[in-house]
C-alpha cells in the first residue's frame, strides 16, 4: 500500500498570506507512460463533505481560485495558498489514485493567525 | 447538475448489517466509476470501495474485504454498499463519490453522507 505523510498537522497563517502543505507518498505515484502524477488534493469544512481542489498534482478543478495551486512530482508534492482567505480555513488532504487501495494523507488543519 | 444522495444508515449493533444506497442524477450514471469513502468521527478520510462504470470492477480496502460489498444498479442509477459483520470500528459517516470517470481518478462530487453507528 502507499502510504500517505503530510506536513504540517496544522498551521496558521495571517490573511493574504501563503499558506504551504506538503505532502509525501511512500512510493512514486508518477505514471511513466503517461508522465502523469496520480495525486490529488481536497478540502474539507467542518460539516462538509471533502472538495476537491486539484488533480493530476497541479491541475486545478473548475472553479477553484486560482491562489491554490499544487506541484511537485515523483514522492514529494505541495499546495499553496497564495494568499489566505477566511473562506479557507479547513482541513487539507492529499490523496494518492495510483494504485488500489486508494490512500489519503491524514489532513492539515489550516487556521488564520 | 451532478446530485448523489446517501441513505442507509443508522444505528446497528456489532455483528449486525446495513445496506447504503446512494441515489445519482445529473450525470450519465453506467459511464463514471463510483466510490464509497468513510470518514470516523474527527477522523480523516478512509477509502473504502470502488467500483467499475460496467460493475464489472470492484475494490476494496482490506480493512472490509469480505465484509462489504460494492455493487450498482445502472437502470435506477442507484450505488450501494452492503455491509456485514459490522464492527465498532466501522462506525463513520459514509459517502459516496463520483470519479472524474474512471476508477484511478480522483472524485470531483461527494454526496452529504449517512452515518452509521455500530454498537450495543
Known amino acids: 500500500d502507499i502510504v500517505m505523510t503530510q506536513s504540517p498537522d496544522s498551521l496558521a497563517v495571517s490573511l493574504g498570506e501563503r499558506a504551504t502543505i506538503n505532502c509525501k507518498s511512500s512510493q512514486s505515484v508518477l505514471y511513466s507512460s503517461n508522465n502523469n502524477n496520480y495525486l490529488a488534493w481536497y478540502q474539507q469544512k467542518p460539516g462538509q463533505p471533502p472538495k476537491l481542489l486539484i488533480y493530476w498534482a497541479s491541475t486545478r478543478e473548475s472553479g477553484v481560485p486560482d491562489r491554490f495551486s499544487g506541484s511537485g512530482s515523483g514522492t514529494d508534492f505541495t499546495l499553496t495558498i497564495s494568499s489566505l482567505q477566511a473562506e479557507d480555513v479547513a482541513v487539507y488532504y492529499c490523496q494518492q489514485y495510483y494504485s488500489t487501495p486508494l490512500t489519503f494523507g491524514p489532513g492539515t488543519k489550516v487556521d488564520i493567525k | 447538475e451532478v446530485q448523489l444522495l446517501e441513505s442507509g444508515g443508522g444505528l446497528v449493533q456489532p455483528g449486525g448489517s446495513l445496506r447504503l444506497s446512494c441515489a445519482a442524477s445529473?450525470?450519465?450514471?453506467?459511464?463514471?466509476?463510483m466510490s464509497w469513502v468513510r470518514q470516523a468521527p474527527g477522523k480523516g478520510l478512509e477509502w473504502v470501495s470502488t467500483?467499475?462504470?460496467?460493475?464489472?470492477?470492484?475494490y476494496y480496502a482490506d480493512s472490509v474485504k469480505g465484509r462489504f460489498t460494492i455493487s450498482r444498479d445502472n437502470s435506477k442509477n442507484t450505488l450501494y454498499l452492503q455491509m456485514n459483520s459490522l464492527r465498532a470500528e466501522d462506525s463513520a459517516v459514509y459517502y459516496c463519490a463520483k470519479s472524474i470517470y474512471d476508477v484511478l481518478t480522483p472524485s470531483p462530487y461527494w454526496g452529504q453522507g449517512t452515518l452509521v453507528t455500530v454498537s450495543s
Open positions: 467500483i467499475s462504470g460496467s460493475g464489472g470492477d470492484t
Open positions: 445529473g450525470f450519465t450514471f453506467s459511464s463514471y466509476a
